[in-house]
C-alpha cells in the first residue's frame, strides 16, 4: 500500500494542525491505521490508532486529550487532529498500515514518508 502524508507545517504553541495521510494500493476499509512521530535524535514513537473500521481507537499517553485520530474509508484517508499543540510535540509524523483490522503500537507493514511538524513556543 502507498501512503502519501500531509498538512504538517509551522504553528505556535496552543495552535492546531490536521494531517493527513491518503492511502492506495489495498483494500483501505480492511485494515487500521496508525500514526507515529521522530523527533530529532529520538526513536520513533507510537501516537494513535484506529481500526478499520473507525469504532475502535488508542492513543498514546502523550496526546490523550489533545489528538483525534479519524478515518475516512470512502476517500482512504486517515486524519490527525491535534490540537493544544506543546513544542514538544515537533517531530516528523508518519502514517502507518495495520497488517490486520486492528493494531495498536505494532503490526503495521507499510509506511508513508512523513510530514514535519514544528511547534514554536
Known amino acids: 500500500v502507498q501512503l502519501v502524508e500531509s498538512g504538517g507545517g509551522l504553528v505556535q504553541a496552543r495552535g492546531s494542525l490536521r494531517l493527513s495521510c491518503a492511502a492506495s494500493?489495498?483494500?483501505?476499509?480492511?485494515?487500521?491505521m496508525g500514526w507515529f512521530r521522530q523527533a530529532p535524535g529520538k526513536e520513533r514513537e507510537f501516537v494513535a490508532a484506529?481500526?478499520?473500521?473507525?469504532?475502535?481507537?488508542y492513543y498514546a499517553d502523550s496526546g490523550k486529550g489533545r489528538l483525534t485520530i479519524s478515518r475516512d474509508n470512502a476517500k482512504n484517508t486517515v486524519y490527525l487532529q491535534m490540537n493544544s499543540l506543546k513544542p514538544e510535540d515537533t517531530a516528523v509524523y508518519y502514517c502507518?498500515?495495520?497488517?490486520?483490522?486492528?493494531?495498536?503500537?505494532?503490526?503495521?507493514?507499510?509506511w508513508g514518508q512523513g510530514t514535519q511538524v514544528t511547534v514554536s513556543s
Open positions: 494500493g489495498r483494500t483501505f476499509r480492511n485494515y487500521a
Open positions: 484506529i481500526s478499520s473500521s473507525g469504532r475502535s481507537t
Open positions: 502507518a498500515a495495520g497488517v490486520t483490522s486492528w493494531a495498536t503500537k505494532d503490526k503495521y507493514d507499510s
